[in-house]
């Protein structure tokens, strides 16, 4: 390595350390989840020990040709930071434009290349580009080369091979990409097929990069983050499904789900109009006692108006006050996972 070549890589080295700096040196993460990481919720979690929130993921070229789109899918506010917008899409031209549009309300850009639902193979985007190498490589080079934010992915395990997973991302952190989170499981891992988290897949890929990698996967129990970060050696976790059901986890406290809806509905009625993220939230945080009292998920399925909703928190309420809210054993997490 030449004397120039070993002054560029220390001023690499120093910005890198700076955006991991500038995102707080978080450990715990709230994942990017379609309709569900909404600013409400960010900043409920926020309150519950969650250092770093991302957006939901957005559609690059609906972003950046429908307004409608951009006012119902974005919105940050002051205490809403760190924070990073998620952009999936397959045309860097696309995605510089809708970066720009961000760029001075957030604190960096992720770009999505771990979602594993058929709306992405449609598009061509999100873990669907995992198997075109050089697309992605190309795509990411044109993003980094060409906007002064800073640019991270996510990604997920792209087979057993964990070389493809390796060499993708020695590529990306070559091209600037300031962090990595990794999802250990493959795009066919999910829903009724979902399998435990491949660790040893991120502990690889952060034994070998320099940059910030975030553990993504199998955390239900709070000893779970400690043990993921000890063995993968990751410099945070990221959670999705057992946040959902608990906002409150990253703080480890016994606190009352229904004291937890109550927030979040406030936060709501404060920060959101859009009634359809508050059924999607409250039957997640309320799925055990959904279980027991049919009647009150019946109730939620027909909210529709503010005053919907509003009658379902008087009685749900009620219901915890006058001691007969009962819950089941069965959780919204566990819902598919029966064998692990």
Same mark, same amino acid.
């Given at each position: 390595?030449?004397?120039?070549?070993?002054?560029?890589?220390?001023?690499?080295?120093?910005?890198?350390?700076?955006?991991?700096?500038?995102?707080?040196?978080?450990?715990?993460?709230?994942?990017?989840?379609?309709?569900?990481?909404?600013?409400?919720?960010?900043?409920?979690?926020?309150?519950?020990?969650?250092?770093?929130?991302?957006?939901?993921?957005?559609?690059?070229?609906?972003?950046?040709?429908?307004?409608?789109?951009?006012?119902?899918?974005?919105?940050?506010?002051?205490?809403?930071?760190?924070?990073?917008?998620?952009?999936?899409?397959?045309?860097?031209?696309?995605?510089?434009?809708?970066?720009?549009?961000?760029?001075?309300?957030?604190?960096?850009?992720?770009?999505?290349?771990?979602?594993?639902?058929?709306?992405?193979?449609?598009?061509?985007?999100?873990?669907?580009?995992?198997?075109?190498?050089?697309?992605?490589?190309?795509?990411?080079?044109?993003?980094?080369?060409?906007?002064?934010?800073?640019?991270? &992915?996510?990604?997920?395990?792209?087979?057993?091979?964990?070389?493809?997973?390796?060499?993708?991302?020695?590529?990306?952190?070559?091209?600037?990409?300031?962090?990595?989170?990794?999802?250990?499981?493959?795009?066919?891992?999910?829903?009724?097929?979902?399998?435990?988290?491949?660790?040893?897949?991120?502990?690889?890929?952060?034994?070998?990069?320099?940059?910030?990698?975030?553990?993504?996967?199998?955390?239900?129990?709070?000893?779970?983050?400690?043990? &993921?970060?000890?063995?993968?050696?990751?410099?945070?976790?990221?959670?999705?499904?057992?946040?959902?059901?608990?906002?409150?986890?990253?703080?480890?406290?016994?606190? #009352?789900?229904?004291?937890?809806?109550?927030?979040?509905?406030?936060?709501?009625?404060?920060?959101?109009?859009?009634?359809?993220?508050?059924?999607?939230?409250?039957?997640?945080?309320?799925?055990?006692?959904?279980?027991?009292?049919?009647?009150?998920?019946?109730?939620? #399925?027909?909210?529709?108006?503010?005053?919907?909703?509003?009658?379902?928190?008087?009685?749900?309420?009620?219901?915890?006050?006058?001691?007969?809210?009962?819950?089941?054993?069965?959780?919204?997490?566990?819902?598919?996972?029966?064998?692990?």
């Amino acid at each position: 390595m030449t004397e120039s070549d070993s002054s560029e890589f220390m001023q690499k080295r120093e910005y890198e350390k700076t955006f991991w700096e500038k995102v707080g040196k978080p450990k715990h993460v709230l994942a990017p989840m379609v309709d569900l990481s909404e600013l409400p919720f960010r900043l409920l979690c926020r309150k519950y020990n969650c250092h770093l929130t991302f957006t939901p993921m957005l559609h690059s070229r609906n972003f950046v040709e429908h307004e409608k789109y951009r006012k119902g899918y974005f919105k940050t506010c002051d205490i809403d930071k760190p924070v990073i917008a998620q952009f999936c899409g397959n045309n860097s031209n696309i995605i510089l434009n809708a970066i720009d549009i961000v760029k001075n309300e957030v604190t960096a850009v992720d770009l999505n290349l771990g979602c594993p639902q058929q709306i992405a193979k449609k598009g061509n985007y999100g873990a669907f580009l995992l198997h075109k190498h050089d697309e992605v490589v190309h795509l990411v080079s044109n993003i980094t080369n060409n906007c002064d934010i800073p640019i991270t &992915c996510k990604i997920r395990k792209i087979d057993e091979d964990y070389q493809k997973t390796l060499n993708l991302c020695y590529d990306l952190q070559s091209r600037n990409v300031q962090m990595i989170t990794v999802h250990g499981r493959t795009k066919e891992e999910k829903g009724i097929n979902i399998k435990q988290c491949d660790y040893e897949i991120i502990k690889i890929i952060k034994e070998r990069l320099s940059i910030p990698i975030i553990a993504n996967g199998s955390i239900e129990n709070f000893d779970d983050i400690q043990k &993921c970060l000890s063995y993968t050696k990751a410099n945070a976790v990221m959670c999705a499904e057992i946040i959902l059901e608990k906002p409150h986890f990253f703080s480890n406290k016994n606190t #009352n789900i229904v004291d937890i809806a109550n927030e979040y509905y406030d936060l709501f009625l404060k920060y959101e109009s859009n009634t359809k993220y508050l059924k999607g939230h409250l039957f997640k945080m309320l799925y055990k006692y959904f279980q027991v009292h049919t009647d009150l998920r019946d109730l939620l #399925n027909d909210c529709h108006t503010i005053n919907d909703y509003l009658h379902f928190q008087t009685v749900l309420n009620e219901k915890r006050n006058t001691g007969v809210l009962t819950e089941s054993t069965h959780s919204w997490y566990r819902r598919y996972r029966k064998s692990f």
